[in-house]
């Protein structure tokens, strides 16, 4: 468990191995749809890769280039009673002076029977290699052995762990003669028919853990700015709409530490048991929605200060 | 600046360093009183260090034990119009399985000539020989060459940043040998007569940096869980009060998410322009002021959340 949780420190996108450099194609967007409407076969990123590189990476005061280029990406996923939340940033680095945009959200959907997200974390060649496996592995082969198929949520992630090892077999020994370590690593969650929701978290060495009821939310990448309010506020009955604005609030807070996290934001809100992601948004920079979310909670942090107790010295 | 702020990741009150295992005096309770009241000289730790270890070091889901080792200590200087607020936990650890308490919370003060704060992160032998050697340059030599004479904040932070680099001068060999790094810091800051408030925060190098008008406050440790907090509600502006509980709940947030970062805490508000501290408290565990806050925090930010405007699909 030491080795995963040190490994998880060093989650970042990282520059050297064609991240941002690499051809720009999205890697995802393999969409299935057989002819029955509930039997609708969806595999692909929330949204389509986009690319423009963004500009002004430093800001004055928010802390270290070198401790922002060691954790790019934040990504959560809650577990509660009426569902599940998913969302993750859209910043990748290639060093301190190539930022870029790429959707971090793939989703894998058969209507009717299941939905399994994926969020992507560590060095974009790699995230980006394990969900193309994962990907035609699902038109290839055994239905047992992918994704659209596998019979648990403990198989999904069995077999996204398989296809991360794969992927670093493959490619390990090249990074490292460069002084770069392989890293992949996902949140895994959803549900599938006969299932309750389940939500897991794999690591680099592809051993992975299962969120539990005292434990409603797993993160990965930059995870600590982001962490009081959700330690503060989720609870496996708060409601999902209430969970939303507050994994929102968790982004706002990180993105104002840490400008190696960036917008757009994919967010999914799965309600248990429909087996379809009827909700989905994306937050690009100037939402209007996110915009008054971060300012009335802004306001309302200030408020709830004014009211709470003086110190008697 | 990027060897510093590499530098800040390190800090940690180490292990193998004689931290705990040394002699549990405390080395910097001298108090030096002049017959003027006016001029009453103090020089001590907020409160003589304590010494019993702290047990349940451990608990599920919140985080790895290799990250806590790492990052011990949360020490906050906020810098206002009105005066300044310094804040220190009081936690120290050799490896995870011996845990103790130590203020690292030191004041040399001049009643109507100055007031001067170092709150101390780093190893603690380090830490504590540097507090040594400055507490007793203020009984021998050049008044001006020690922190009770000096003519400005700078020159007091440059005499803690010419006592660390004696310190690692005599230390660093003999650290290394074993491989472990000398370090040691501080947030150093208050005010001497002819000057406004300043405050600073000096690296493991001996180098510093002062807080400026759009940088309020300076936090040493582990910074990430607390900080969001104080980015929302730390302006120039912020009165005292407010201040002193967004720094307590800062602190609350920290120790909620890392267990390494422990209670007592020491607290001290210094009004400018005042000359001596006036308002000083140490926060012990299960102190009913503190927790009243947490939880009128947390329930104010439940509330907050349930008024925010709900996403529209």
């Known amino acids: 468990m030491l080795t995963c949780l040190r490994?998880?420190?060093?989650?970042?996108?990282?520059?050297s191995t064609g991240a941002v450099t690499g051809p720009q194609t999205s890697s995802v967007s393999l969409v299935l749809a057989k002819a029955s409407g509930r039997d609708q076969i969806r595999i692909g990123t929330a949204h389509p890769a986009r690319q423009p590189p963004t500009s002004s990476w430093w800001h004055c005061g928010r802390g270290s280039i070198a401790q922002k280029a060691q954790r790019v990406t934040y990504c959560v996923g809650a577990i509660l009673e009426k569902g599940m939340i998913f969302a993750s940033d859209s910043r990748t680095n290639a060093g301190v002076d190539n930022f870029a945009k790429f959707c971090k959200m793939t989703v894998f959907e058969r209507r009717g029977n299941r939905v399994v997200v994926l969020l992507s974390?560590?060095?974009?060649?790699?995230?980006?290699?394990?969900?193309?496996?994962?990907?035609q592995r699902c038109t290839d082969g055994d239905a047992a052995t992918n994704l659209l198929g596998?019979?648990?949520?403990?198989?999904?992630?069995?077999?996204?762990?398989?296809?991360?090892r794969d992927i670093e077999k493959r490619d390990a020994g090249y990074l490292e003669e460069n002084n770069i370590r392989f890293n992949?690593?996902?949140?895994?969650g959803g549900q599938i028919v006969g299932e309750p929701i389940r939500l897991f978290r794999t690591y680099a060495e592809g051993n992975f853990i299962e969120a539990g009821s005292e434990t409603p939310f797993l993160q990965t990448g930059e995870t600590k700015y982001g962490k009081p309010i959700l330690d503060r506020v989720l609870t496996q009955r708060t409601p999902l709409a209430d969970a939303t604005k507050c994994v929102l609030v968790s982004?706002?807070?990180?993105?104002?530490?840490?400008l190696s996290v960036g917008m757009?934001?994919?967010?999914?809100c799965y309600e248990r048991d429909s087996f379809e992601v009827q909700w989905r948004r994306r937050f690009d920079e100037g939402d209007t929605y996110f915009t008054a979310l971060s300012d009335e909670w802004g306001e309302g942090v200030r408020?709830?200060?004014?009211?709470?107790?003086?110190?008697?010295w």
Chains 1, 2 share one sequence.
Request: proline letters at 3%; charged letters at 20%.
């Open 7 to 15: 490994r998880e420190l060093l989650v970042s996108e990282d520059s």
């Open 184 to 188: 992949a690593s996902f949140i895994v």
């Open 121 to 135: 974390s560590g060095n974009l060649a790699g995230t980006q290699a394990v969900i193309s496996v994962l990907t």
């Open 264 to 268: 757009p934001i994919d967010l999914i």
């Open 303 to 312: 408020q709830v200060f004014r009211h709470l107790p003086e110190l008697r």
């Open 251 to 258: 982004f706002d807070s990180t993105m104002r530490s840490n």
């Open 150 to 164: 596998a019979r648990t949520m403990f198989d999904v992630v069995t077999l996204v762990s398989d296809a991360t």
